[in-house]
């Protein structure tokens, strides 16, 4: 590819919950840290991103097998209303992580460790915090799944 070079001022953010309000445009589609922003405490950014590209690759080759425009909104709609919602809810819960570990308040200690407790004691708890942190939630692109499509 050859050297890559800035196209713009170089420019930082922090780590924190934000999302694009579209992640759509005619002939654009955001994916990755481009769409989306949490913090690491949940160590979950690249896996959405991950995610993302293999959900646009999908919808993209599903769209390009009927003949159709791959660029056009209309294609890409399908895309940003997969993952936007869906990345919605890690980014939500990578979120109420970093606020309750990051908070000394007592009230907020106690209910910690209520959620540690629950966490190790109770199956469906663990369960579905594992479900949403692992993405094995909701609509799995085919090419991202472990055994493939
Ligand atoms: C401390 C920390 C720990 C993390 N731990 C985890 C973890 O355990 N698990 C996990 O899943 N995720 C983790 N993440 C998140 C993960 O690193 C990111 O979500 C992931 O790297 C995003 O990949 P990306 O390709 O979308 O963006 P990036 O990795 O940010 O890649 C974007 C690239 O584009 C380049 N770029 C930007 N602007 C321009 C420009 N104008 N011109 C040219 N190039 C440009 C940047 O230099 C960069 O190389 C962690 C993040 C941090 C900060």
New binding site residues.
């Given amino acids: 590819m050859g050297r ?5 001022p ?2 930082v953010f922090p ?1 924190r919950l934000m999302q694009s309000d579209r992640y759509i445009l005619p002939r654009l589609a955001l ?5 989306h ?2 913090h ?1 405490v ?9 995610r ?1 590209a293999a959900a646009l690759a999908q919808v993209l080759g599903q769209a390009q097998s009927k003949g159709q425009d791959i660029g056009h909104v209309k294609t890409l709609q399908p895309y940003q209303r997969w993952r936007k919602l869906e990345n919605w809810v890690i980014l939500a819960f990578t979120d109420f992580l970093d606020r309750l570990f990051s908070n000394q308040w007592p009230p907020i200690i106690g209910l910690r460790r209520v959620g540690l407790w629950m966490l190790r004691h109770i199956g469906p708890v663990r369960r579905i915090a594992l479900a949403i942190m692992t993405g094995q939630f909701g609509k799995r692109p085919a090419i991202a799944q472990v055994n493939g499509p």
Wanted: hydrophobic residues 30%.
């Fill in positions: 890559v070079e800035p196209d713009s170089r420019r780590v994916v990755g840290d481009a769409a922003n949490c690491p949940g160590g979950q950014g690249l896996n959405m991103g991950i993302d």
